[in-house]
């Protein structure tokens, strides 16, 4: 039986420590939802919860063990509304023929099977909240790297791409229910971790990445579209949205230096 009166829905958000998912938190607090902040990083998390309320558990999403009793810790605690799978990563920019094993494997864990093992663990969870309160949502946050590949991309395109199958194929399959399935695909966002991680710890490499565009997207810019997702009617499903800077009109077009009208000939 589907509960009329006013609920406070309570959303998942992994990748919680830093970048896009801890600015999901604290865009999803801003309107009103009960967060669980998830990430490996317990002096993160805390610092988190100090500065919105939410509460928050520490785990690594690669770890079976570790998303079951994630999942038994939510269910213990209270209802679960939405799952915002923000946690992933890439490691490194090699070609295909110099990729490291252990990076491709580690981009495929956290990406991939996070992912597959959340919504195993989860979905039991969110159908209970659907059934008693109208819908839930699963939203997943991909990237332009699933859609277009390019040079030194090969094992993040190969492990986004796996994500954004895995969310099509997950729409499809609860056809009938009512469980959204809503995937945010980011272009270039300036965070303070991604790209540094990704080239590793190189802070000048990574800053070069961004050098003279102006106004890259940045986490708050990907939370505010999450929040939106997440606050439209239980009807409206966002199947796949795919955001980027103005000065990123494509994958490989990206302009450096100011934006300007082109002059009248």
Not at 11 to 27: D, Q
Not at 198 to 222: F, H, K, N, T
Not at 223 to 233: E, K, M, N, Q, R
Not at 243 to 258: C, F, K, N, T
Request: no cysteine; glycine share 8%.
């Amino acid at each position: 039986m589907v509960n009329t009166q006013a609920v406070t829905r309570r959303a998942v958000v992994t990748g919680a420590s830093s970048g896009i998912g801890a600015a999901t938190v604290r865009a999803l607090r801003a309107q009103g939802w009960d967060v669980v902040g998830v990430a490996r990083r317990a002096d993160r998390l805390q610092a988190l919860a100090d500065e919105t309320g939410a509460t928050t558990i520490a785990a690594d999403l690669t770890d079976p063990d570790a998303v079951a009793a994630l999942a038994e810790e939510l269910e213990a605690t209270g209802a679960v509304h939405a799952l915002v799978h923000v946690a992933g990563g890439a490691r490194g920019t090699d070609r295909v023929e110099n990729g490291r094993l252990d990076d491709w494997r580690w981009m495929y864990e956290a990406n991939v099977l996070s992912a597959q093992m959340l919504v195993a663990s989860l979905l039991p969870l969110l159908r209970r909240a659907a059934s008693s309160d109208g819908h839930a949502d699963t939203l997943f946050v991909t990237s332009t790297a699933a859609q277009v590949a390019y040079p030194g991309g090969s094992g993040y395109n190969a492990a986004k791409a796996a994500e954004s199958m895995l969310v099509k194929v997950l729409r499809q399959e609860l056809n009938g229910e009512p469980i959204r399935v809503v995937e945010i695909a980011p272009g270039m966002v300036h965070t303070e971790e991604f790209t540094l991680k990704r080239l590793g710890g190189d802070v000048q490499a990574a800053e070069s990445v961004y050098a003279g565009v102006e106004a890259p997207l940045v986490a708050d810019d990907v939370a505010d579209v999450i929040a939106y997702a997440l606050g439209s009617p239980g009807h409206v499903n966002l199947d796949l949205i795919t955001m980027r800077p103005v000065a990123q009109s494509a994958q490989h077009l990206l302009a450096r230096g100011p934006l300007r009208v082109q002059p009248e000939a």
